[in-house]
């Protein structure tokens, strides 16, 4: 959860929820991918001390809950709030009905439980687009189920159009963090905005800073959904994209969700848009050590830039790259050396601590291809 520390009066910037440690956000305006990339090898020593990797299976630090004996953490202090009851219950309820039936006897409220559906939910026939538009149809049905579905209608018509982008940001910030620590674990305020605090305010209110800092995204610390499923499938088509597409859709809201592979974080970024799904680093991931999915892949296309090594990626007459239409040979002619370094500099997105680490996923992926379903055409990998 946040814990809001506040700078000793007569400072000039206040910062809200910030985490408890008080490590530097990035600031969301004015900062670009290169930055993105450098904060994560700033961090990787301090966040990947034990040098283990969460997709490899490796053992991985957690900080804010205690371990049950088995190494797994302990949720039950999240787990008996009514929120979380509630939540887990009506989740679960869409869910089966999607699959068509409800095979796990445990009771409605069990985390376990609803990762049973949601595990049956990716595992169905069909491509990743299917995945991702069944789970599309549980996200939007959670508010009516509650009995305020008016609410998405009315804040994309009034409050998206008129607020302040910051305001908007900092609302789903407050949801997140107050409403679904059961899905995602402990969560923490990341990419705070500053916000100059009126003139006339301050006046009226000398304690008050110039300048508060407000954050505009949430970390979880070790995403439980992430974890449990053990799966990149899962993560990118039952929850990163319709995630995305969902708040969009609904709020008006762009979010761009960047799971890291290294240690099982998470970040969601409000009104940021994502990229393309072609050219998301999170779909770059080879099948976690893990997995408990029915099936597992080994073809794949990887990026452009990795394809040049190797000659994957394209269309069957081997000449075009079968995302983008480019022929090979206009992708060689602009891709030299420094082209090829620099799309690596930045291409780890928060996927990874490091590109060093992210490499390494990257070379995992090019020995035996990545996560099976999270290909376009996975209903042709199996």
């Known amino acids: 959860m946040v814990s809001s520390s506040f700078i000793p009066r007569g400072a000039a910037t206040m910062r809200i929820g910030e985490g408890s440690e008080r490590e530097k956000s ?8 290169a930055a993105t990339a450098t904060s994560n090898e700033t961090n990787a020593s301090s966040n990947n001390n034990n040098g283990g990797y969460a997709w490899r299976g490796d053992p991985i630090p957690t900080k804010s809950l205690p371990l049950l004996p088995n190494g797994k953490v302990d949720y ?28 796990d006897p445990r009771d409605h409220a069990n985390f376990e439980a609803l990762m049973t559906s949601v595990r049956e939910v990716n595992d169905m026939k069909g491509t990743a687009k299917d ?53 995602m674990g402990p969560m923490e305020g990341a990419e705070h905005e500053d916000v100059k605090v009126p003139e006339k305010l301050r006046k009226t209110f000398p304690f008050l800073p110039e300048v508060v800092s407000v954050p505009q995204a949430i970390k979880a610390e ?18 990163k994209v319709p995630s995305q597409e969902w708040l969009r859709e609904d709020f008006g809201m762009n979010l761009h969700i ?11 970024s409000f009104n940021k848009a994502p ?31 990795m394809r040049m090594k190797r000659g994957v990626g394209v269309t069957e007459d081997g000449e075009k790259d079968k ?22 500099e930045s291409f780890a997105d928060g996927t990874a601590f490091s590109q060093d680490t992210f490499k390494e996923r990257v070379v995992k992926v090019q020995e035996g291809g990545k996560c099976w379903s999270v290909d376009a055409e996975r209903a042709n990998l199996r």
């Not at 990035?26 to 991918?33: E, I, L, P, Q, W």
């Open 76 to 103: 039950s202090s999240i787990d008996k709030s009514p929120i979380s009851k509630v939540l887990t219950s009506t989740i679960r309820k869409l869910l089966v009905q999607e699959v068509g039936k409800d095979t």
């Open 222 to 239: 070790r995403c439980r959904f992430l974890e449990t499923s053990s799966c990149a499938s899962v993560c990118v088509n039952s929850c």
């Open 131 to 183: 995945v991702q538009t069944r789970a599309k149809r549980v996200f939007k049905g959670i508010l009516p189920a509650l009995y305020i579905g008016w609410i998405p209608p009315l804040w994309k018509k009034f409050v998206d159009p008129n607020a302040p982008k910051w305001v908007t940001g900092f609302s789903f910030h407050l949801v997140f963090i107050v409403l679904f620590p059961w899905l």
């Open 26 to 33: 990035k600031r969301r305006r004015g900062m670009d991918v």
């Open 275 to 305: 990229p393309p799904l072609e050219e998301d680093a999170a779909i770059l991931v080879p099948c976690f050590s893990n997995c408990n999915s029915e099936f597992k892949g080994e073809k794949d296309a990887l990026k452009q830039v």
């Open 258 to 268: 960047q799971p890291n592979y290294d240690d099982f974080s998470c970040v969601w």
């Open 323 to 344: 995302y983008t239409g480019e022929t090979l040979e206009s992708i060689a002619r602009r891709a030299s050396e420094q082209a090829i370094a620099e799309a690596n």
